[in-house]
């Protein structure tokens, strides 16, 4: 049986769509890496927020997380996963479709 | 302004360009032969190396700790390949024209224009296109301009220019590298 809600505004990847989730994976789509201290830089999220939505993202495989040394302190780079790069395309292509729709002011 | 995700990547790619290291970089250069012409002293031609050496600390020291590290997609790492490429062909290019006025196998119809710092302007300018970073225009025609006047005044006008320029490019540089570590303090937090 098809669960797929016939109104469009149901249907949204609540996971994608949450604004600071939104602009975490936007910055990653466009790179192949960063590391925690850019996307703090960038985001202009604090360091317990921006963990708290990147190990969301992790666990359901949105994003990697490498661990790593540099120069003997800790370094984590984040990666896009494919899974999670289809998730932001399906957002992308979903929420165009439901603006394209709305009358011209 | 619309945010897409092009302006998104690129406003990325020109967090690196704010710290002034490219100005400093530059400033040196110039300093360094404006000082190396008007003393005649060749021991000023090794400060040059200051450039590279000042540009490779800041930025693993300064830079990196504040805005942290990046791996840009294939667009952009293909765009940097194609200006390394431009760059070798514009010097190998150079190189044989110079060469081949000099033994009057060809004839340069406007002498009055160094080849030099044409060879210079266009590098900058394919750099400028390529890396998306209009300050780079200006410093290909500031450039040009030094290179003009070194040919057609000769010294002590040339050397003079380029010092006032290495002045000027390096007070710009640090200014905005002073920007840069107030707008960007290292992240206090431990991973």
């Not at chain 2, 302004?1 to 302006?7: D, G, Q, V």
Request: charged content about 20%; some cysteine.
């Amino acid at each position: 049986m098809n669960k797929t809600n016939p109104n469009p505004f149901f249907n949204i990847n609540k996971l994608v769509h949450e604004p600071a989730r939104l602009m975490i994976l936007s910055y990653l789509y466009v790179v192949e890496s960063v590391d925690y201290v850019f996307l703090v830089q960038h985001t202009g999220l604090t360091w317990g927020n921006l963990s708290a939505h990147i190990n969301k993202l992790e666990l359901e495989g949105y994003i990697a997380v490498k661990k790593e040394f540099v120069n003997k302190k800790p370094n984590s780079l984040v990666t896009i996963t494919k899974l999670g790069r289809d998730e932001f395309d399906k957002y992308r292509y979903h929420m165009k479709g439901i603006y394209n729709d709305f009358p011209d002011e | 302004m619309a945010i897409t995700l092009k302006s998104i990547e690129r406003n990325m790619w020109r967090a690196y360009f704010d710290d002034g290291s490219w100005e400093i970089f530059f400033g040196i250069i110039w300093l360094t032969s404006g000082i190396r012409s008007l003393t005649d002293n060749i021991l000023f031609t090794w400060l040059i190396a200051l450039g590279p050496l000042y540009m490779t600390i800041v930025r693993k020291k300064i830079t990196a700790p504040r805005i942290g590290n990046v791996t840009f997609n294939r667009e952009r790492m293909g765009k940097i390949e194609r200006v390394t490429v431009g760059i070798i062909a514009s010097i190998i290019a150079t190189v044989i024209l110079i060469s081949l006025i000099q033994k009057d196998v060809l004839f340069n119809p406007i002498e009055f224009v160094p080849i030099m710092g044409l060879m210079i302007l266009f590098i900058f300018l394919l750099m400028a296109y390529f890396m998306d970073s209009n300050r780079f225009i200006i410093i290909g025609i500031v450039f040009f301009c030094s290179e003009l006047i070194w040919t057609n005044m000769g010294e002590p006008a040339g050397p003079i220019f380029n010092l006032i320029l290495g002045i000027v490019f390096l007070l710009a540089g640090f200014t905005m590298l002073y920007k840069f570590m107030k707008n960007h303090p290292i992240p206090k937090f431990v991973e």
